[in-house]
């Protein structure tokens, strides 16, 4: 292992955020800034110039030291993709919290005519809490009261902003913005933050894949960003905020009740159909474009996934049609496809407060966050790939009671599935059911009035990065209530949530760190 080597790396990688910090400074050109003074937009814009000083600080003092010219030589190993992994995305979550942090602080001595803080208790703690929730894109905010729009509009903007950076993948985006950094070394790190137990490239290099996934994501972002701007007529600045939290399957919004604000059916049918294009997996939109229909047709996961999604609207549809006073059926299919796309893909933008439907319907919706989208894609939860493994694994083990002679293989896309694969994807499903049925107690420890739901809610919320649930977080509500315990540990949650648990989790092993 090269730790030394590794940790330079980080500074790399700290000094690149440190430039990332300044890109919601662009948000100048298309905010609302009319009813602004200089003094107003000064005050907006200073958080992000200094927390883009500080990191490129912390950035270049980390690289000068720990800069060694013979652990440059060395080659990384897998413990260092995995510390990477988890370091960087750590990092990110750290660092994208100056904004928050110094939008709490009055580093002008403006007056209260000018200044309001985002945060006034616990400022670190939920400015950390906002960031992880942002860079992971669950979509959980601690914003309570939600902050006033035209004296924050740069710090709303930079929180959709982070979700978009956070749904390609942080280690991916470096990579891509920065090819200088060693192809070789980042492959080790994008091992442990991909999505999904299947990482087929697209194209043989991983530069090449990387800026391919990069040319889709920005198109489905331009693509969505004119629907919404020329067809649902929002705003420039509501149309690229909703338009970077719904391609990341993110789900934060400029207002406090989401797209709820707008209530308007042509808005919510922009960002249902993209909502649904950011659960498939970017492979698929790559088959699309160069004409390969064939492996769409042969994609398990992508098939399924469709008949999922169709499944859950149908039930929720008929289901808030019998039981939900809605004034007509046309308002049950609105609401219930937005809210069963919104909540399978993890986006977690709402259009309804579905906390107040059945009993039934919520455990539905549970499941369905628990899943997710497809492996690939910017969406969380485990993934339909091994809910598909799983599921065939159970069929042979089935077969075999009748005939134990059988002998017979996981197959995915006609694809044999090596049994370390399997098994692997086996100890996901137990280590991730095991923290979303253990994690809940901690949360009720932790917190003296809350209900079983709020809490089993909150927790697969988190890890699924989805954001809104029920009962106490259900979609009129925040995170702000949770004491710093609880917090710390949903921030957790969603950091394993994103690596996918083991990335973490091989941290925590004292094993890992013998001769480091």
Not at 106 to 122: H, K
Not at 216 to 224: K, M
Not at 278 to 284: E, H, L, N, V
Request: one cysteine or more.
């Amino acid at each position: 292992m090269n730790l030394r080597k590794s940790i330079y790396l980080i500074g790399s990688f700290v000094t690149y955020f440190g430039l990332f910090l300044l890109a919601p400074l662009l948000g100048l050109l298309f905010m609302e800034k009319e009813s602004l003074t200089n003094t107003e937009l000064l005050i907006q814009a200073c958080p992000f110039v200094l927390s883009s000083l500080l990191t490129l600080m912390l950035g270049y003092a980390i690289k000068k030291f720990s800069y060694d010219i013979d652990a440059q030589k060395k080659e990384l190993t897998r413990k260092d993709g995995f510390f990477l992994a988890s370091l960087i995305w750590i990092m990110a979550g750290l660092l994208g919290s100056l904004p928050y942090i110094l939008s709490s602080i009055n580093i002008l001595f403006s007056t209260e005519v000018f200044f309001q803080p985002v945060f006034i208790d616990n400022v670190f703690i939920n400015s950390f809490f906002e960031s992880v929730s942002g860079i992971t894109t669950t979509g959980a905010t601690v914003f309570n009261p939600f902050p006033d729009i035209e004296k924050h509009q740069l710090l709303i903007f930079w929180r959709s902003l982070s979700q978009w950076l956070g749904g390609i993948g942080i280690i991916l985006l470096v990579l891509i913005i920065f090819p200088r950094i060693s192809v070789g070394v980042m492959q080790i790190a994008t091992d442990q933050e991909g999505t999904g137990p299947q990482k087929d490239r697209i194209t043989p290099r991983l530069y090449e894949t990387g800026l391919t996934l990069f040319y889709i994501y920005l198109g489905l972002t331009v693509s969505l960003s004119l629907l919404l701007f020329g067809v649902a007529n929002l705003t420039v600045y509501d149309s690229i905020v909703h338009t970077l939290s719904t391609v990341s399957s993110g789900g934060f919004s400029s207002y406090p009740l989401s797209v709820e604000s707008f209530s308007s059916p042509i808005v919510e049918a922009g960002i249902v159909i993209f909502m649904f294009l950011s659960g498939i997996s970017f492979a698929i939109f790559y088959f699309l474009i160069t004409g390969n229909y064939r492996k769409i047709l042969e994609n398990s996961e992508f098939k399924t996934y469709v008949l999922l999604n169709l499944l859950v609207i149908i039930f929720v549809v008929f289901t808030l049609d019998k039981f939900y006073n809605y004034e007509s059926f046309i308002e049950s299919i609105r609401f219930g496809v937005f809210q069963s796309i919104s909540l399978t893909t993890g986006n977690g933008f709402t259009s309804f407060n579905f906390d107040l439907w059945t009993k039934h319907t919520k455990f539905i919706l549970l499941i369905v966050m628990i899943i997710g989208g497809c492996s690939g894609s910017t969406t969380g939860g485990i993934k339909i790939i091994r809910l598909l493994i799983i599921l065939k694994r159970i069929l042979i083990e089935i077969k075999r009671r009748v005939s134990p002679n059988i002998i017979s293989t996981v197959k995915i896309n006609g694809k044999s599935i090596d049994d370390e694969i399997v098994s692997g994807v086996s100890s996901f499903l137990f280590l991730y059911l095991g923290i979303c049925l253990f994690a809940p107690v901690l949360i009720i420890i932790f917190e003296q009035d809350i209900t079983a739901l709020s809490a089993f809610s909150s927790v697969i919320s988190s890890i699924a990065n989805v954001g809104p649930g029920f009962g106490l977080i259900n979609p009129h509500a925040a995170y702000s209530f949770f004491t710093v315990k609880s917090k710390l540990l949903l921030s957790l949650l969603m950091l394993f949530g994103r690596l996918e648990i083991f990335t973490l989790f091989a941290l925590l092993i004292p094993s890992f760190w013998k001769k480091y």
